[in-house]
T-cell receptor, first 113, second 111 residues
Framework: EAQVTQNPRYLITVTGKKLTVTCSQN?????MSWYRQDPGLGLRQIYY???????DKGDVPEGYKVSRKEKRNFPLILESPSPNQTSLYFC????????????FGPGTRLTVL | QKEVEQNSGPLSVPEGAIASLNCTYS??????FFWYRQYSGKSPELIMS????GDKEDGRFTAQLNKASQYVSLLIRDSQPSDSATYLC???????????FGAGTRLTVKP
């Protein structure tokens, strides 16, 4: 089954404790992206990657890091989480030769205390 | 000015009615337009895409695009309670890396 997976789905942590949210897709997509979703603000892009070893900042990259060492994986790293990073996070992927449809993972709800 | 604007709602329609969802965008050179549906606590899923002016129909859904007015809409005919969700409008310039989402319109279809 074609899918995007994220782990963990739910996470409660404390300020300053490094964490990683994993994202993996099995569709051989070149493009992967991370979004955060907050009430009233919609989906805002954090980082994106056009292919392996090619990452770039989105609209709200501060406090986040990413890497793309393999085509299927695109982890999101919070080196020192803060309460303002409490949010719902989505990973998405798409083929650069497609019509633009992005496939979303199930989401990770993060709470930073 | 937000790049993609939608009425946040909630929009409430009775079962069987037509639901009309609207979206405006600020970048005149936008090329691709999408409507995603998001159920509460779930991830967005694509329901319609449109690239040229006019109407595009898919079952009970019709997307309408007017690039001159920088306006895109989604009509849902014969609305069902299962259509109750938040609808996200997304706009892209050329490819995926510049996709912008609106904040979404929450639709409730009452039986």
């Amino acid at each position: 089954e074609a899918q995007v997976t994220q782990n963990p789905r739910y996470l409660i942590t404390v300020t300053g404790k490094k964490l990683t949210v994993t994202c993996s897709q099995n569709m051989n997509h070149e493009y992967m992206s991370w979004y955060r979703q907050d009430p009233g603000l919609g989906l805002r892009q954090i980082y994106y990657s056009m292919n392996v070893e090619a990452t770039d900042k989105g609209d709200v990259p501060e406090g986040y890091k990413v890497s793309r060492k393999e085509k299927r994986n695109f982890p999101l790293i919070l080196e020192s989480p803060s309460p303002n990073q409490t949010s719902l996070y989505f990973c998405a992927s798409s083929s650069l030769t497609s019509s633009g449809e992005q496939f979303f993972g199930p989401g990770t709800r993060l709470t930073v205390l | 000015q937000k790049e993609v604007e939608q009425n946040s709602g909630p929009l409430s329609v009775p079962e069987g009615a037509i639901a009309s969802l609207n979206c405006t965008y600020s970048d005149r050179v936008s090329q691709s337009f999408f409507w995603y549906r998001q159920y509460s606590g779930k991830s967005p899923e694509l329901i319609m895409s449109i690239y040229s002016n006019g109407d595009k129909e898919d079952g009970r859904f019709t997307a309408q695009l007017n690039k001159a007015s920088q306006y895109v809409s989604l009509l849902i005919r014969d609305s069902q309670p299962s259509d109750s969700a938040t609808y996200l409008c997304a706009v892209s310039l050329y490819n995926n890396n510049d996709m912008r989402f609106g904040a979404g319109t929450r639709l409730t279809v009452k039986p």
